[in-house]
T-cell receptor, first 114, second 113 residues
Framework: AQSVTQLDSQVPVFEEAPVELRCNYSSSVSVYLFWYVQYPNQGLQLLLKYLSGSTLVKGINGFEAEFNKSQTSFHLRKPSVHISDTAEYFC????????????FGTGTRLQVTL | SQTIHQWPATLVQPVGSPLSLECTVEGTSNPNLYWYRQAAGRGLQLLFYSVGIGQISSEVPQNLSASRPQDRQFILSSKKLLLSDSGFYLCASATGFDNSPLHFGNGTRLTVT
């Protein structure tokens, strides 16, 4: 079975500052990795995904993530955040071959302030 | 692209009452369908998934059940709600191909009082 750990429940950051949201996973088999964003009282929207190939993945809204197999990590980064990036961010993993059956982390609340 | 409709958006129900949440999908056929629950301060927990009409798999033992009467319709039900059933319920859909990500509806916030 897979598991996901998001080390920070909340990350406060000032607008235009860089941010990194951490995600570590555990699995005994090959995995797919995802980051989703959830705005208040809404469903989740896919930010980016890693299936194979280049370990640096670029997503929507200027976000990117890097798959590090040796450290079993998939941290999400953005060089300059905006107020509108305030949301809950979820890291998720699935076993290769079952991309839509996800195990989610507990989420990180990104709070961007002026 | 897929669009997932969920209703109602919010629901307040007394303990012991029945529940029916509906989800319909547009823009794809024969999708895999999922019900997730998000409890306060916790991640998303997969409750049920379905790969076709009448085919339901339960991921965790609980007070809820799911049904799929039509290809793009997925229903979450309970005969008698418990306080612990409160949460944010999300329906999701995927095309079923290996690298197909999940698409989510906007969710139903259920409060059991």
């Amino acid at each position: 079975a897979q598991s996901v750990t998001q080390l920070d429940s909340q990350v406060p950051v000032f607008e235009e500052a860089p941010v990194e949201l951490r995600c570590n996973y555990s699995s005994s088999v090959s995995v797919y990795l995802f980051w989703y964003v959830q705005y208040p009282n809404q469903g989740l929207q896919l930010l980016l995904k890693y299936l194979s190939g280049s370990t640096l993945v670029k997503g929507i809204n200027g976000f990117e993530a890097e798959f590090n197999k040796s450290q079993t990590s998939f941290h999400l980064r953005k060089p300059s955040v905006h107020i509108s990036d305030t949301a809950e961010y979820f890291c998720a993993v699935s076993r290769s071959g079952t991309a839509s059956k996800l195990t989610f982390g507990t989420g990180t609340r990104l709070q961007v302030t002026l | 692209s897929q669009t997932i409709h969920q209703w109602p958006a919010t629901l307040v129900q007394p303990v012991g009452s029945p529940l029916s949440l509906e989800c319909t999908v547009e823009g794809t056929s024969n999708p895999n369908l999922y019900w997730y629950r998000q409890a306060a301060g916790r991640g998303l927990q997969l409750l049920f998934y379905s790969v076709g009409i009448g085919q339901i798999s339960s991921e965790v033992p609980q007070n809820l059940s799911a049904s799929r009467p039509q290809d793009r319709q997925f229903i979450l039900s309970s005969k008698k709600l418990l306080l612990s059933d409160s949460g944010f319920y999300l329906c999701a859909s995927a095309t079923g191909f290996d690298n197909s990500p999940l698409h989510f509806g906007n969710g139903t916030r259920l409060t059991v009082t």
